[in-house]
């Protein structure tokens, strides 16, 4: 698999889809337990991107992912 591709391992029809505000960004979820494992789109230069929720990844050690805390609120 070339660095940089996205494999999904479920079937398409397992997998929802939703957007929101400009529709830019396909948010997609297991349509049985609602679990967001991933999101898809394309960044302001129309390249394709991808936003992985890193629970849904093999071997990552949660612990050990520095945490960037952000006050939305304050803003």
Aim: aromatic letters at 6%.
């Amino acid at each position: 698999m070339p660095r940089g591709s996205l494999q999904v391992r479920a079937a398409e029809e397992d997998i929802a889809t939703y957007t929101f505000n400009k529709h830019v960004i396909r948010h997609r979820f297991c349509r049985t337990c609602g679990m967001h494992p991933f999101g898809e789109g394309t960044d302001p230069k129309g390249h394709a991107m991808a936003a992985i929720n890193i629970r849904c990844l093999e071997g990552i050690d949660l612990a050990s992912v520095p945490v960037q805390q952000f006050d939305g609120r304050s803003v």
